[in-house]
């Protein structure tokens, strides 16, 4: 890992497994790697078995007792989480930083942001440092040396803007899915608004000279029963006589779903309403000056494949940020970090890179 810029999760067990997706999303760029190391590994196992069985991780009297370390070493709140019942070991941690020399480390608790942050002050290695959140959040996470938080939607998101965190620090992984849906169902949401049931073509009709006023009005009859002809046409006259001869034509305020609703688009010519669909990345094919239009729409629908693309998943929107991050370090000049005379004790997981 040292030839990459590299992550390292240091979660609990149930964080895991979204833990393990984003690195997965991560390392598929070659330039980054990622290795998640479970806190159960970093801790004393047979002090903190025995604590954990007596008090358990989000029990009242967990709560009490960190509230009760909090107050014994309020004085140096650094050093509150070396040699109690269920902080991280120092020479644990220190050891996985010096390891992997990460250029970012997550975290999930409390034990883990206040013992990363406190050998990364010790040890001087430059690496940012990120949360994840699991279900709910903790005020004990919220900490001004947190580059980046991750969380799952707009409560939490509010909440940590309201504890004082700046927004641009928060990436939302539900917010982005519904922000990024596929090409095909924002085309399945728009035909079911037009009532569309059919293969669609959609024509964009320009203002029809005097010559090409017959040629328009026979557009509505090139296409067959099993597709559905669509027309936009900003002329009056010229929409008058796709009317008259059985087409549908939308107006300003169903052009936007018409338009997302299409299999394929063809214009008649040139003009504004091909750049106005341009616009709307829309690919638009403009009409053969040779050829029949229903030959060529016909030619244009085989080629029409459906949107196979599946809707990212929610570890892709935080594997994105920790890219952003592991770019700019891209571009900094590499820090040259001694090696300890201390051996690194903790193993990793078959699943783990």
Not at 65 to 81: D, G, Q, S, V
Not at 230 to 253: K, Y
Request: hydrophobic share 35%; charged share 35%; proline share 4%.
């Amino acid at each position: 890992m040292q030839n990459k810029k590299s992550v390292v999760f240091v979660t609990p067990e149930n964080m895991l497994s979204l833990a393990r997706s984003v690195k997965k999303t991560l390392i598929k760029d070659n330039r980054f790697a990622g290795i998640v190391i479970p806190e159960k590994k970093l801790r004393c196992l047979l002090k903190n078995a025995f604590f954990d069985k007596f008090f358990p991780e989000g029990s009242g009297a967990r709560r009490l007792f960190k509230k009760y370390k909090r107050w014994i070493h309020r004085r140096n709140p650094e050093n509150m989480l070396y040699g109690d019942w269920c902080g991280l070991p120092q020479k644990t941690v220190r050891n996985l930083l010096y390891r992997f020399v990460p250029d970012v480390v997550v975290v999930s608790t409390e034990e883990a942001l206040r013992s990363v942050l406190v050998e990364k002050k010790k040890t001087g290695i430059k690496c940012s440092v990120c949360v994840l959140f699991g279900d709910k959040l903790q005020n004990e996470l919220v900490n001004e040396q947190v580059e980046c938080y991750f969380v799952e939607g707009l409560t939490e998101r509010n909440a940590l803007i309201e504890r004082g965190v700046a927004a641009e620090k928060i990436t939302m992984g539900i917010a982005v899915l519904s922000e990024q849906k596929s090409k095909e169902e924002k085309r399945n949401e728009a035909r079911s608004s037009l009532g569309i049931t059919k293969q669609a073509v959609l024509f964009l009709v320009e203002k029809a000279d005097e010559d090409e006023q017959e040629q328009i009005g026979l557009l509505p009859g090139t296409i067959d029963d099993k597709r559905e002809a669509l027309f936009i046409c900003d002329d009056e006259e010229t929409a008058g006589l796709i009317l008259s001869a059985g087409g549908r034509v939308f107006g300003p305020d169903d052009e936007d779903k018409a338009i997302a609703a299409a299999d394929t688009i063809i214009a008649t010519k040139e003009g504004p309403l091909c750049m106005r669909a341009r616009e709307k990345n829309a690919t638009v094919n403009v009409l053969p000056e040779e050829g029949t239009a229903a030959g060529f729409a016909e030619s244009l629908l085989s080629q029409v494949k459906p949107d196979t693309a599946s809707r990212p998943k929610i570890g892709a929107a935080y594997a994105d940020c920790l890219k952003k991050i592991l770019e700019e370090k891209l571009n900094a000049e590499p820090i040259e970090q001694e090696e300890p005379e201390e051996e690194w004790t903790v193993e990793r997981d078959e699943d783990d890179e």
